[in-house]
């Protein structure tokens, strides 16, 4: 009678020890296979809809490289004059340029440091040699870059040389009535402009 009650007690806890599985019930993590099974219906529909999430392209992805900066500085520093209707000079090589910066006039030589620079009423030189070309320019931007080449982009520029001193003359005293005439604020901000053109103009002349 014990023997079988013993042997009975031993299958009792054999039996308990075994996972039990109720059925429907959701088989355990790990029960899942080790490499999970890709849907390929569900990958193909899901890039037709997908959403584009790649980075936007910036302006500088439009852009040339570079030019790379010369190991040694060349002699000459190359030179783009340009206004909206016309090319003064291109691709000019000189000796240097004197350009009227709003914090002063600037020179720029070969081997210059790279900068923006705006640009006031007043005298551009071109020196050459020996040979010095001037313009007055009402304004504009210079781009000076690693590789000595200066771009100079002006809104409006004439030789020194085609400029009457007469008409500059009369053209600071008109100015200067309108000022002084003035009721409105974009009145006197117009002729404060001409005074400020006609003073330098008159300046470049005499300079």
Do not use: C
Not at 26 to 53: G, L
Not at 74 to 79: A, D, E, G, N, R
Not at 107 to 113: F, K, R, T
Not at 126 to 152: C, Q, R, T
Request: charged share 20%; glycine share 4%; no cysteine.
């Amino acid at each position: 009678m014990l023997r079988q009650t013993s042997r009975l007690l031993a299958r009792s806890i054999a039996t308990t020890q075994q996972p039990i599985r109720l059925m429907g019930a959701r088989p355990m993590s790990t029960d899942m296979p080790a490499t999970p099974v890709e849907d390929s219906t569900f990958v193909e529909s899901w890039k037709k809809v997908a959403p584009n999430i790649d980075p936007p392209r910036t302006p500088s992805a439009f852009m040339k490289p570079r030019p790379s900066t010369p190991s040694t500085i060349p002699s000459k520093i190359t030179v783009n004059f340009v206004l909206p209707y016309a090319s003064e000079l291109t691709s000019k090589e000189v000796d240097m340029v004197i350009i009227p910066a709003t914090t002063g006039q600037m020179g720029v030589l070969p081997g210059h440091v790279p900068t923006i620079a705006e640009l006031k009423p007043g005298v551009l030189s071109v020196h050459e040699g020996n040979d010095v070309k001037k313009y007055f320019l009402s304004s504009g931007f210079v781009f000076v870059h690693a590789n000595s080449v200066a771009d100079i982009v002006v809104v409006e520029a004439v030789p020194i040389d085609h400029i009457d001193q007469n008409l500059v003359q009369k053209g600071l005293a008109d100015f200067t009535q309108k000022l002084s005439s003035a009721t409105t604020e974009l009145e006197k901000a117009e002729a404060q402009i001409g005074i400020d053109v006609h003073s330098a103009l008159n300046s470049a002349l005499a300079g």
